[in-house]
T-cell receptor
Framework: GDSVTQMEGPVTLSEEAFLTINCTYT??????LFWYVQYPGEGLQLLLK?????DKGSNKGFEATYRKETTSFHLEKGSVQVSDSAVYFC????????????FGAGTQVVVTP | DADVTQTPRNRITKTGKRIMLECSQT?????MYWYRQDPGLGLRLIYY???????NKGEISDGYSVSRQAQAKFSLSLESAIPNQTALYFC????????????FGPGTRLTVL
């Protein structure tokens, strides 16, 4: 079945450091890929998405590129801020299904001043 | 006002009690979902509903039931709560005519003693 694997956390960084969170997936079809962010005490918010191979999603300085050849959707940000401290979830949705989501386990990111 | 609301936000209950978690949305979306979040496991789907008359089990539906009272309301019930149902519960919605992006409520933290 479909699955999403993302790097374990916590990831601890200093402010202005470069952030990468690895995400790989297995899917039978051609999924859409998502990154969601969960700030402390809140629900999940869509951060960015990509719907087909080679698409790049971007938002708030974060980027991720849909790589079909490596089945990956790594999240990157060039210069993190303390306010980026959160849990980040990679997820996929199969296009030939009813929109069922498969989530990764989540990666906690802690940014220190 | 938030588009997806959940009540209560926090609940402590005892083993064997029946409880209901409620979700309401003002987004006009047709699809609604219930997930539970456990540390290190990401989000797992409990039930989902395409419309008022269409309700389906997710991957971990045992011990839970749902009711779609209206397009805007989707309730999750624990018939006889047990301690391993202690978790963070999220409701989500999507509009299948637009995209498969899901929008999440703020969550309900449930503790079963």
């Amino acid at each position: 079945g479909d699955s999403v694997t993302q790097m374990e956390g916590p990831v601890t960084l200093s402010e202005e450091a470069f952030l990468t969170i690895n995400c790989t997936y297995t899917a039978t079809g051609y999924p859409s890929l998502f990154w969601y962010v969960q700030y402390p005490g809140e629900g999940l918010q869509l951060l960015l998405k990509a719907t087909k191979a080679d698409d790049k999603g971007s938002n708030k300085g974060f980027e991720a590129t849909y790589r079909k050849e490596t089945t990956s959707f790594h999240l990157e940000k060039g210069s993190v801020q303390v306010s980026d401290s959160a849990v980040y979830f990679c997820a996929l949705s199969e296009t030939d299904s009813w929109g069922k989501f498969q989530f990764g386990a989540g990666t906690q990111v802690v940014v220190t001043p | 006002d938030a588009d997806v609301t959940q009540t209560p936000r926090n609940r402590i209950t005892k083993t064997g009690k029946r409880i209901m978690l409620e979700c309401s949305q003002t987004k006009g979306h047709d699809r609604m979902y219930w997930y539970r979040q456990d540390p290190g496991l990401g989000l797992r789907l409990i039930y989902y509903s395409f419309d008022v008359k269409d309700i389906n089990k997710g991957e971990i539906s045992d011990g839970y039931s749902v009711s779609r009272q209206a397009q805007a309301k989707f309730s999750l019930s624990l018939e006889s709560a047990i301690p391993n149902q202690t978790a963070l519960y999220f409701c989500a919605t999507s509009d299948h005519a637009v995209s498969d992006t899901q929008y999440f409520g703020p969550g309900t933290r449930l503790t079963v003693l």
